[in-house]
Antibody
């Protein structure tokens, strides 16, 4: 079945970097756009970034633009989120989510990986 | 990129119907039909419930329906069941080629 498993979450100090991974299976990864969505403790969902199926287009939320980079390796069925200059407000569970045939929705979600930014 | 506005909480008794509103602007909800809704139970990943304002993905109960008028989208759940108790989030594509969620609504089934 369609599945995404995130990894790479950790406790890091402010200003440091971290790379999250999302391993996809059960579908033709290279054919679908992918999103990252985060959820701070006790808070709502916040869209972070999207990447087109071929990696040709990438868009970011203003809150992470210039600090985070979304990428993918279609040969490894893996999505990435490189997070630099981390701040306390980046503390959240980070979910990767598959888009359906159009990139406008998130039809299957991973369970998430936890990032804590604290000194 | 201000979050879409949803009521913090709604409640209803089993068998009743409830509606959750989601208000944005002409740059998001009002400008596109790319509105979707997600259900999230505590400690779980969100589940895709509605897309293109009013379409249900395969496997989603027909008790869930969506609509839109101007800058406000709505999710209606009819025949409330205990299992519907969860948080619900709306989402819209925006004119900045970004996506924005609502703040979330906690549904309590009394």
């Amino acid at each position: 079945q369609v599945q995404m498993v995130e990894s790479g979450g950790d406790v890091v100090q402010p200003g440091r970097s971290l790379r999250l991974s999302c391993a996809a299976s059960g579908f033709t990864f290279r054919s679908y756009g992918m999103h990252w969505v985060r959820q701070a403790p006790g808070k709502g969902l916040e869209w972070v970034a999207v990447i087109w199926s071929d990696g040709s287009k990438k868009y970011y939320a203003d809150s992470v633009k210039g600090r985070f980079t979304i990428s993918r390796d279609n040969s490894k069925n893996t999505l990435y989120l490189q997070m630099n200059s981390l701040r306390a407000e980046d503390t959240a569970v980070y979910h990767c989510a598959k888009a359906p045939t159009t990139p406008y929705y998130m039809d299957v979600w991973g369970k998430g990986t936890t990032v804590t930014v604290s000194s | 990129q201000s979050a879409l506005t949803q009521p913090a909480s709604v409640s209803g008794s089993p068998g009743q119907s409830i509606t959750i509103s989601c208000t944005g602007t002409s740059s998001d909800v009002g400008g596109y039909n790319y509105v979707s809704w997600y259900q999230q139970h505590p400690g779980k990943a969100p589940k895709f419930m509605i897309y293109d304002v009013s379409n249900r993905p395969s496997g989603v109960s027909n008790r869930f329906s969506g609509s839109k008028s101007g800058n406000t989208a709505s999710l209606t759940i009819s025949g409330l069941q205990a299992e519907d108790e969860a948080d619900y989030y709306c989402n819209s594509y925006t004119s900045s080629s970004t996506w924005v969620f609502g703040g979330g609504t906690k549904l309590t089934v009394l």
